[in-house]
């Protein structure tokens, strides 16, 4: 016991007691110890009570007062979602979407305030009926909350798995034009490859290695909590998959969708690396999720942000400059001789002497070292971009228009785009906030190159000319007649790097919206129900044309394609945190998610200009259609149970159950469902054990199974229209390359990952290592067969791939002070990827051929000791 205050008639003793007081009292405490009872009044705001000089206590229940105001950060910028609660007790309240509050509390009451990323602040009211509470930003918290599955945000401490986090000031310092380009080097486990197919090219994005034996590799992107679908565009004949990099594939790439996102206008990108992390989106998680969080209104401002970035082509090749052109050791003799070995460096030693070639000019026998400087420019991209923000009462809202252009190091290529983003947040009563969003792309990009072998590939061809030809005596690419000045008659489809660039057209336009629209109701009891849907659509028309007098082709052929894709997305969901005893917090959510998805292709090719040089598909003499349809929909329900002890000890598990129409067989009682299970714990062993050394630790686990479904129409056979006629009716068509499987059953995959959190000195040092281990099976695959069977192969549920590995990210502050803070990270990854099985009786798995057929790219079992 402690004494509170002595008088000369009674004492004020202070006990841990808690007696409830229900209504007034009066109790004579003169010469007595009173303990329960006064235990009560000092540790609770709400009582009164006075003495008076005949030794009474009077203890009665104060008169709270309404106390509003609003929440703001250092910019003036309201701040919705606050928690403010009232210190010493377990009331409080929250902002609304302008940053406001209203509360009831004792007029000498303390208020609480916190929000993600802010210094948490104590308010006393002292009387006040309206406060301005201002919060500062902490960089530090900022780190411990991130953005996880289904867009829920939950501090780092309670995560059983790995989680990086990137917030978007870092993707505008050194722009790309694909932003997902922005994310090299800074998270560990994920390896980006930029093609080198010019402005607006597609970004290959890799998690914790290769997943699958012949699917989509790539990961999930989620915007503002919606999926967006990354496949490429490209469905037939002229371009299957973008550029597939099969044997006879010379396709450009044409991007892919994230590609077509503004940097300034994301908050920040959250990469779930593993399995448990991102198992609450099923079958389409398999590869990893990115998850997109885009800017709100903020204040009332005006931002305006322009740059541009200057691009150069960085020559890393180390060629031979011994030897010129030519075959078995000699010279070319004559200017046909010259032609027919155009693009081989197999002559004699270079000597300066006069030489004739492929034009029947001589020049010197000499190396020619600038050929790649010589044919690429310096490119450069400006990127403008202006924001409005607007907060007022009942809401916030965000318009930022952005302009994109770029002028290609390729000869005669380039990217416009214009984007349109309007972010509008509402709360029309009380508690049910509404978040919705609309972004329109414009993209125009001129003459995308290729990016397979020498058809019509500028970059192919430039690179690999012989040591003693200047590319600049290629110029201009044609000859008076406009035809193809070829150099290499030995090679029809090793195009002139010139002309290929200046005459070839790979142009391709896209109208984009990507909208949605999100709202939840938060009950008095803290009961939340949350509402959601998406559209990402987009129409994108693609000409191709091989001009007059290609060398390849002289006839000349044209391509014009349009593609309609609409992928809708909705889910529902609904949660609630309850407080077992005073020490274990326990938080269900459960939810439903429905996807749709249609693509509408339309390609008019033309073979045989009729007219030299005249490229619209009316002038071709040989014209036909082609038409392509799918539709696929799938069909979810989860749930989700956290457990958290005291800040300690965290548990969460979850499981999701899809229905895939793709799987359905008509006739047949196929199993349609999958379901995908996840477990993960993490122990903040700092809690308990925290020497002078440690900031903070954690040890974290998890396990998951995510999948892999299908695309249509795989499991029976689907029959079309040729564009022939016969008789007044069109001809039929099987549409299936691959012999269908009635039986199949989506892939999947199960991840188990042991990592630690640690940091040293106050947070100047820190280190994030994960151990995983991920392994694949029931991988669809298309197994070739023979010729025989009129197939190019059949789809089977076959092979199995395994990847484990480490990774870690170390960082450190370097230097810090007021002013001027500097800070270092590194990061490394080692990932073993190895093919367990095939198909059965399969030895090997052709992947690709080369263009002449004697070059193949296979995929081989493990020799069993390596098991």
Not at 296 to 304: E, H, I, R
Not at 404 to 427: A, I, M, Y
Not at 616 to 639: F, R
Request: include cysteine; hydrophobic fraction near 35%; glycine fraction near 10%.
């Amino acid at each position: 016991m402690k004494i509170i205050e002595e008088q000369s008639d009674y004492h004020f003793v202070y006990s841990s007691a808690n007696v409830p007081v229900n209504k007034d009292i009066t109790l004579s405490v003169k010469n007595t110890l009173v303990t329960d009872v006064l235990a009560v009044i000092f540790n609770n705001t709400n009582l009164n009570y006075s003495v008076s000089g005949a030794g009474l206590i009077v203890i009665s229940r104060r008169k709270d007062i309404k106390v509003g105001g609003i929440v703001k950060d250092a910019n003036g910028g309201p701040l919705p979602g606050a928690t403010v609660r009232i210190k010493g007790t377990g009331a409080g309240t929250s902002t609304d979407i302008n940053g406001r509050f209203s509360i009831s509390a004792p007029p000498n009451a303390v208020l609480v305030v916190s929000f993600a990323g802010f210094q948490t602040r104590e308010v006393p009211i002292d009387g006040k009926a309206d406060l301005q509470i201002i919060l500062t930003e902490d960089t530090k918290l900022l780190n411990e909350v991130v953005v996880t599955a289904l867009g829920i945000k939950k501090e780092r401490r309670a995560l059983g798995y790995s989680v990086s986090q990137v917030q978007g000031e870092s993707l505008t310092q050194a722009r790309e034009n694909n932003v997902a380009n922005a994310l090299v080097g800074k998270v560990a486990g994920l390896d980006i490859s930029s093609t080198s197919g010019g402005a607006g090219a597609a970004t290959s994005v890799t998690i914790r290695g290769v997943s699958s034996l012949s699917q989509s590799n790539q990961p999930l992107y989620v915007i503002n909590g919606v999926p967006m679908e990354n496949k490429p565009t490209g469905l037939n004949n002229i371009n299957p998959n973008g550029n597939s990099g099969s044997q006879w594939d010379n396709a450009p790439d044409l991007g892919d969708a994230v590609g077509n996102l503004n940097p300034d206008d994301i908050e920040s990108i959250s990469v779930l690396k593993g399995a448990a992390a991102s198992a609450l989106y099923g079958s389409r998680a398999k590869a990893g999720v990115i998850l997109i969080t885009t800017k709100s209104g903020k204040g009332n401002s005006v931002d305006f942000n322009s740059n541009y970035v200057v691009e150069q082509i960085m020559d890393r090749t180390d060629w031979q400059y011994v030897y010129g052109q030519g075959a078995n050791g000699t010279k070319p003799l004559d200017k046909a001789g010259a032609a027919q070995v155009g693009g081989s460096s197999w002559g004699a030693k270079l000597d300066g002497t006069s030489v004739v070639q492929f034009d029947g000019v001589s020049r010197p026998y000499s190396a020619q070292r600038n050929n790649i400087k010589d044919f690429y420019s310096s490119g450069g991209t400006w990127s403008n971009t202006l924001a409005l923000n607007k907060t007022f009462d009942g809401g916030a809202i965000r318009f930022s228009a952005n302009d994109v252009h770029n002028n290609s190091v390729v000869p005669n290529s380039g990217l416009n785009r214009q984007s349109f983003n309007l972010v509008g947040t509402f709360e029309p009563v009380k508690r049910l906030n509404i978040d919705a969003r609309s972004n329109y792309i414009l993209e125009q990009a001129k003459n995308r190159p290729m990016v397979s072998d020498g058809a019509g590939n500028a970059n192919y061809n430039v690179v690999f000319l012989p040591t003693s030809v200047s590319v600049n005596d290629l110029k201009p690419g044609k000859d008076a007649n406009g035809y193809e000045l070829k150099y290499n008659t030995g090679n029809a489809f090793a195009t002139n790097p010139w002309f290929a660039a200046n005459e070839f057209v790979n142009d391709t336009k896209r109208e984009r919206l990507i909208s949605s629209f999100n709202a939840r109701y938060t009950f008095d009891s803290g009961l939340f129900i949350q509402g959601r849907a998406g559209r990402d659509a987009y129409a994108d028309t693609y000409k191709n044309v091989v001009p007059s007098g290609t060398a390849y082709y002289e006839p000349g052929k044209i391509a014009e394609q349009q593609t309609k894709f609409a992928d809708v997305n909705a889910d529902m969901l609904l949660g609630k945190s309850f407080n077992v005893g005073e020490e274990i917090t326990v938080t269900p959510n459960v939810g439903a998610s429905f996807r749709n998805t249609r693509i509408n292709q339309t390609t008019n090719n033309g073979t045989n200009f009729a007219v030299f040089g005249v490229y619209n598909i009316l002038n071709a003499k040989n014209k036909s259609v082609g038409y392509v349809q799918t539709e696929s929909e799938t069909h979810s329900l989860y749930g989700t149970l956290e457990l958290s002890y005291r800040d300690v000890l965290y548990l969460t598990g979850s499981g999701r159950s899809d229905w895939f129409s793709t799987l359905a067989t008509p006739g047949r009682d196929n199993k349609l469902s999958v379901f995908y299970p996840s477990v993960s714990s993490s122990f903040v062993f700092s809690e308990l054990w925290k020497p002078s050394f440690l900031s903070f630790g954690k040890l974290r686990a998890g396990y998951a199974i995510v999948g892999q479904a299908t695309d249509p129409y795989q499991t029976l056979l689907t029959y079309g229209f040729r564009s022939e006629t016969l008789n007044g009716h069109p001809l039929g068509i099987i549409n299936n390359l691959s012999i269908p499987n009635a039986g199949l059953k989506a892939s999947k995959a199960t991840e188990l990952e042991i990592g630690t959190e640690l940091r040293f000195f106050g947070d100047r040092l820190s280190l994030d290592m994960t151990w995983y281990k991920k392994r694949s099976k029931d991988e669809i695959s298309v197994v070739t067969t023979s010729s025989t069977t009129g197939y190019s192969g059949a789809v089977l549920n076959s092979g199995e791939i395994e990847n484990k590995g480490v990774e870690a990210l170390i960082s450190g502050v370097v230097l810090k002070n007021e002013d001027f803070t500097w800070t270092s990270s590194l990061n490394g990854t080692y990932n073993n990827n190895t093919v367990l099985s095939l198909a059965e009786g399969l030895p090997s798995q052709l992947l690709a051929t080369s263009r002449s057929g004697v070059g193949f790219c296979r995929t081989y079992p493990a020799w069993p000791q390596l098991r």
